[in-house]
């Protein structure tokens, strides 16, 4: 029967059959590295034995879930300080104005909202058909503003130069909504895109360091497995060989 061939272990430089280790240049790169990197006389045709090769990948493994906690540590540290610098609070618009009001805006608000509806029009022209009607026809005996209804037009003065002040009053109020409204979606919008920078990285660091990192885990287990597996045939071998001798003799 034909002895195994032998080669030496690059980490106890003790001699084993070449079934039961690997040459360094069958390994992953990153493995390969991390061996040189500790045994700096190693080359890619050095051979490890399974049982070093094992606490390697063990160590690799360790070295990427804590690599990949840490990482994730940093960002969820980056995205708590945003949240908690950004002490901004949404407020509600409607509310701060309806408490601040007073009496006066309250009142320019109403003539506001009624000398824009079709019900002052309405009155309005009304009103101001029956004033000439009853100046022109005579009706009753009225005759309080004959034509040309000087009297009427100073009336609609009269209210024009009243009504515009209060109307700009409430359009005053309008302006105060709308530039509450904006700052508010300025720091609402402001607020979102920081978190959503913080989340992004977190997406991205997920897609090209964990994803990666997990699928290289799994290949790694599957790899100990494989070798585990190698090595309880080759016992199992070893075991029948020697209950074969012990027949024969």
């Not at 399974?50 to 906690?69: A, E, N, P, T, V």
């Not at 022209?125 to 005996?141: C, D, E, P, S």
């Not at 700052?183 to 609402?188: A, I, P, R, S, T």
Request: with cysteine.
């Amino acid at each position: 029967m034909a002895e195994p061939k032998l080669a030496t272990c690059i980490v106890d430089d003790r001699s084993y059959p070449i079934e039961a280790g690997m040459f360094l240049y069958e390994l992953e790169k990153p493995l390969y590295n991390q061996i040189k990197n500790e045994h700096h006389s190693a080359t890619p045709k050095s051979f490890i034995c399974d049982h070093h090769l094992l606490d390697y990948r063990i160590g690799r493994i360790d070295q990427m879930i804590h690599s990949d906690d840490l990482h994730n540590q940093r960002i969820n540290r980056r995205l708590t300080k945003a949240l908690q610098d950004d002490n901004y609070e949404v407020t509600d618009v409607n509310k701060i104005l309806r408490d601040t009001q007073t009496f006066g805006e309250r009142v320019s608000d109403a003539v506001a909202r009624f000398g824009g509806s079709w019900t002052f029009i309405l009155i309005f022209v009304a009103i101001l058909v029956v004033w000439m009607f009853l100046n022109v026809t005579h009706l009753f005996g009225v005759k309080f503003d004959p034509y040309p209804f000087i009297l009427l037009n100073l009336f609609l003065s009269c209210i024009a130069a009243i009504q515009a002040p209060i109307i700009m009053m409430s359009q005053n109020r309008s302006a105060d909504r709308d530039r509450m409204d904006a700052e508010n979606d300025f720091h609402v919008n402001l607020k979102s895109e920081h978190e959503l920078r913080i989340l992004h990285a977190k997406l991205d660091h997920l897609n090209q360091s964990q994803l990666p990192h997990a699928l290289e885990v799994s290949r790694l287990q599957l790899e100990m497995l494989g070798e585990i597996r190698a090595e309880i045939e080759r016992l199992r071998q070893e075991h029948e060989r020697l209950n074969q001798s012990k027949e024969e003799s």
